[in-house]
């Protein structure tokens, strides 16, 4: 059965402290990982695309298939980096399904 | 460009009654996906609609159902509410192919109490 799991609820950091938030996922096929943002009072927003590869905001994932992760890093915190991110797995089995983590909440201190 | 909107913001309903949520797609946006979001837990896929025909379902029973119109609108309606439905409902539109791997852009959600 497909899974995605972000095993810390909280994560704490101080500002220009390395970061990474760990995803890691179940699924039998090649998978398209993406990471979501939300920052306090906005929606959930698109942070990056593993197909994309791209680095948004300082952030960066890479997919290991070896581990079946997707873990998100940034080598330098920010406070404005402090919200909730989810890693999101979407997948076909019987129809266009998405499964998303629990979350982790990253709190960057000053 | 007008991003995804949905309402009412928040509703109130009583345990038994059914309920309508609306969510206005961004334009050009033929895929809509709706969520269910319980406190401090991740989204969970209630079902995905393209070109107004359900192309994917989650793991919700059939008093959730929806329908996506050609003006990029949509609605999901619960039956026979139950406590546990009280959560916050996410729906979210993608570009074009009708298929899971394009990047969603979500709306505000709608806060659903049941008393």
């Known amino acids: 059965a497909q899974r995605v799991t972000q095993p810390e609820k909280l994560l704490s950091v101080f500002k220009g402290a390395p970061v990474e938030l760990k995803c890691n996922y179940s699924?039998?096929?090649?998978?398209?990982l993406f990471w979501y943002v939300q920052y306090s009072r906005q929606r959930l927003q698109l942070l990056l695309r593993?197909?994309s590869r791209e680095s948004i905001k300082g952030f960066t994932a890479d997919l290991n298939k070896g581990e079946t992760s997707f873990h998100l890093k940034k080598p330098f915190a920010q406070e404005e980096d402090s919200a909730m991110y989810y890693c999101?797995?979407?997948?076909?089995?019987?129809?266009?399904?998405?499964?998303f983590g629990a979350g982790t909440r990253l709190f960057v201190k000053a | 460009e007008t991003g995804v909107t949905q309402s009412p913001t928040h509703l109130i309903k009583t345990r038994g009654q059914q309920v309508t949520l609306r969510c206005s797609s961004q334009?050009?946006?033929?895929?809509v996906s709706w969520y269910q979001q319980a406190l401090g837990q991740g989204p969970q896929f209630i079902f995905q609609?393209?070109?107004?025909?359900?192309?994917g379902r989650g793991n919700f029973p059939p008093r959730f159902s929806g329908l996506q119109f050609p003006n990029y609108s949509s609605e999901l309606n619960v039956n026979a509410l139950e406590l546990d439905d009280s959560a916050l409902y996410l729906c979210?539109?993608?570009?074009?192919?009708?298929?899971?791997?394009?990047?969603?852009?979500f709306g505000p959600g709608t806060r659903l109490t049941v008393l």
């Open positions: 979210a539109s993608s570009p074009t192919s009708g298929r899971a791997t394009d990047t969603q852009y």
């Open positions: 699924y039998s096929g090649s998978p398209e």
């Open positions: 593993h197909i």
């Open positions: 999101a797995l979407p997948y076909y089995t019987g129809g266009f399904k998405t499964i």
């Open positions: 334009s050009g946006h033929n895929t």
């Open positions: 609609y393209y070109r107004e025909e359900e192309n």
